[in-house]
């Protein structure tokens, strides 16, 4: 089955400092790739996702990396705010929602003001 | 996208009882999932519930610890038997569609003494 690892366990930065979360997976025929951010006592809330199909993607400060061939992804957090604080996972699935998806291990993400 | 609410939010349950866990959504959906969340860890998937198919457990998960309802396709059941102190975690369940990611209901957190 799929494996997902995600490095760093911990990431602090400056407040305005850019973050990067690292993530590798296992299965080829893995073509979906969201990201999670979990605040503390909350659901996992998707912050951007990802398709094979596409290398790169951009949500205002949020944006993630693809790289099929060395099989994977990263995301990047630009001029980081201190409600960045939190817990963030990424996944992968073969098909969207259609599947199940399997988990990295997740980093807590602490921005400093 | 969806609403997903879970029953109970929390409980504290003794050893040996069980407890069930409902999942309602707002909309139809085809698939729901069930994941675990242990303290400080991040989701492990318990099952794929198919409305109309028995549950499809993953490894390390049986049916008679985790058995799993689905008699529509706007709500779902998990019961965890005969509970140990280990069966304490967070429970979620998920919702996916054909075209669409997965969004998440709000947990149920659960303590075993």
């Known amino acids: 089955g799929e494996n997902v690892e995600q490095h760093p366990s911990t990431l602090s930065v400056q407040e305005g400092d850019s973050a990067v979360i690292k993530c590798t997976y296992s299965d080829s025929a893995s073509n979906y790739f969201p990201w999670y951010k979990q605040e503390l006592g909350k659901r996992p809330q998707l912050i951007i996702d990802i398709r094979s199909n596409v290398g790169e993607k951009k949500d205002q400060r949020i944006a993630v990396t693809l790289n099929k061939t060395a099989k994977h992804f990263s995301l990047h957090i630009t001029e980081t705010q201190p409600e960045d604080s939190a817990v963030y996972f990424c996944?992968?699935?073969?098909?969207?929602?259609?599947?199940?998806?399997?988990f990295g291990s997740g980093t807590r993400l602490q921005v400093q003001p | 996208s969806a609403v997903i609410s879970q029953k109970p939010s929390r409980d504290i349950c003794q050893r040996g009882t069980s407890l069930t866990i409902q999942c309602q959504v707002d909309?139809?959906?085809?698939?729901m999932f069930w994941y675990r969340q242990q303290p400080g860890q991040s989701l492990t998937l318990i099952a794929t519930?198919?409305?109309?198919?028995?549950?499809?457990?993953e490894s390390g998960f049986v049916i008679d610890k985790f058995p799993i309802s689905r008699p529509n396709l706007t709500f779902s059941t998990l019961t965890v038997s005969n509970m140990s102190p280990e069966d304490s975690s967070i429970y979620l369940c998920s919702i996916g569609a054909v075209t669409d990611t997965q969004y998440f209901g709000p947990g149920t957190r659960l303590t075993v003494l």
């Open positions: 519930a198919n409305q109309g198919s028995e549950a499809t457990y």
């Open positions: 909309s139809q959906v085809t698939m």
């Open positions: 996944a992968a699935s073969r098909d969207t929602g259609r599947r199940a998806l399997t």
